[in-house]
């Protein structure tokens, strides 16, 4: 094993080249890396391992897709609570990102291999898996709900097999719930990602959370593509007392949708986050219908007090924005309104609202920002001290009087912005030249988006063209570029003057 280590490191000294962001490997991770390759080891390994080794031999087994390893290291598992975020390597954000996709990938089958072994409950000692924030996608999510509703689903199947959804529907009014609770359950915190495919089953795992012996707790919803028809059930079906964050993107709900939902939502008082994008949502329509939604959303909306997260992107709300947003009972920190035909009155209520120094992320790409560039920059100036992320692509900031001078001088000010995107903007070369060495001046400023310029288009050879700025772009010797690419006709440069 002595040499498999060396090898290890000698390897990633010679070929593993790491950036500036991601930490060195620690002598005991390079020694589960290897370890874990050798099953015929684990399993002699495990009846004396030591307990504080289980974490970053699982951390190693995600990585390299070890399946078999993995399951010795579920059935053996020493501690009473499995949770998959300590596993996420401290300050070293490329790696939590490798383990994520790693964990996540169904075809690989590892979070499937992992969350079918503990499934089993072989393991006695095992009574809490914690997997949220893992991003796992609609094909892992009903690999776990079909685990959590095993015990309706054969119930359903020795009465004839009736259909997941009168299951659940049956679950959550309770019909069939009069068996005890389950004893002692094996609780599993998971984001459910729910579409057309898995909403029966996930559904029903929710609704029968209390009796089955896996009890599945949805940390944060994900139903998209669903249509109004099928959301109450789920989110009906969902535990307030664990539910943190609910994302119903793309269902066509508009405002008849919304209201039939309101009353669900409000049952989940500790709501944090919010999603509402792509649902046709107009609330510039003059019907008894609308007035009611620009009525009771809002009063909905105040009745989180917990929520610091909306993003209502993609809808129609100009001109109601400060009616939606003004009375919450804390300031969002999260505000996604991308495409949402903002108004200059609306810009103005943001500006000087209590939410403008508090967001750590915004969003106001697909809003024409050049009607008030005075009321913008004191937004942009308001967040100086908090905002992270902003986004402002499609704003017609080329229509602003001097606005690479303006735009230099608010950057100059943010003290924690990260991540800046400007595509889609018709900034020409001069100006795409002078914001992106304003970026790399920055001693915040990381990774920014900008379009190529719009005077190198040309039906003709705007592939050329770009590549040329593309090109120029690297071979400044001012600029700190650490890593860039091209994508069509957007260039997205990643600074290292600082970590991000």
């Not at 949805?218 to 009906?236: N, T």
């Not at 008894?288 to 129609?316: A, C, G, M, Q, Y």
């Not at 592939?463 to 090109?471: K, M």
Request: hydrophobic share 35%.
């Amino acid at each position: 094993m002595a040499m498999g280590v060396l090898r290890e490191l000698d390897d990633e000294r010679h070929h593993g080249k790491k950036s500036k962001n991601t930490s060195p490997r620690t002598l005991v991770d390079t020694s589960a890396m290897v370890l874990v390759k050798d099953l015929r080891a684990i399993e002699q390994a495990v009846k004396c391992l030591p307990a504080e080794l289980y974490e970053p031999l699982m951390r190693a087994c995600v990585l390299g897709r070890h399946l078999l390893v993995a399951r010795q290291l579920v059935w053996r598992w020493p501690f009473r609570v499995l949770n998959f975020k300590k596993l996420l390597p401290r300050d070293d954000p490329e790696s939590c990102v490798q383990l994520k996709n790693a964990f996540s990938e169904y075809d690989k089958c590892v979070g499937g291999i992992i969350v079918r072994t503990i499934a089993e409950m072989k393991n006695k000692k095992l009574k809490v898996v914690d997997i949220r924030d893992f991003d796992i996608d609609h094909e892992l999510t009903n690999t776990i709900g079909l685990f959590a509703a095993k015990p309706m689903l054969d119930k359903g199947q020795s009465h004839g097999g009736e259909k997941l959804a009168k299951l659940a529907e049956k679950a959550i009014n309770r019909e069939t719930l009069r068996e005890p609770p389950h004893k002692d359950p094996l609780i599993l915190h998971v984001d459910c990602v729910v579409n057309q495919e898995n909403v029966g089953v996930v559904t029903l795992a929710m609704a029968v959370h209390r009796i089955s012996p896996i009890s599945l707790k949805c940390a944060k919803l994900d139903a998209y593509s669903l249509g109004f028809m099928k959301l109450p059930s789920i989110i009906r079906s969902l535990d307030p007392q664990y539910c943190r964050g609910v994302n119903l993107h793309m269902n066509s709900l508009e405002c008849s949708g919304i209201l039939n939902l309101l009353p669900d939502l409000q049952k989940l008082t500790k709501l944090e986050a919010l999603g509402l994008s792509y649902n046709l949502l107009d609330l510039t329509k003059i019907n008894p219908v609308t007035e009611r939604t620009r009525k009771e959303l809002p009063e909905t909306l105040r009745s989180f007090e917990h929520l610091r997260r909306l993003d209502i992107s993609n809808n129609r709300i100009g001109g109601f924005l400060q009616q939606l947003i003004g009375n919450l009972k804390n300031p969002l920190q999260y505000l996604d309104v991308n495409n949402c035909q903002l108004t200059i009155s609306d810009l103005s209520y943001l500006s000087t609202s209590v939410h403008s120094s508090q967001f750590h992320s915004l969003d106001l790409s697909g809003n024409n920002l050049a009607r008030n560039p005075d009321v913008l920059f004191k937004l942009v100036q308001n967040g100086a001290k908090t905002l992270e992320i902003l986004s402002m692509s499609k704003c017609q900031l080329h229509l602003i009087n001097d606005v690479g001078t303006r735009l230099s001088h608010s950057l100059s000010n943010c003290e924690n912005l990260k991540t800046l995107t400007l595509t889609d903007n018709y900034f020409d070369k001069e100006l795409c030249m002078a914001v992106i060495r304003s970026c790399s001046h920055s001693n915040t400023i990381g990774t920014l988006y900008i379009s190529v310029p719009c005077d190198l288009w040309d039906e003709d050879g705007f592939e050329a063209d770009g590549r040329c700025f593309y090109d120029e772009v690297q071979r400044l010797p001012t600029l700190a570029v650490s890593r860039s690419y091209m994508n069509c006709s957007n260039l997205y440069l990643h600074f290292e003057n600082i970590d991000t």
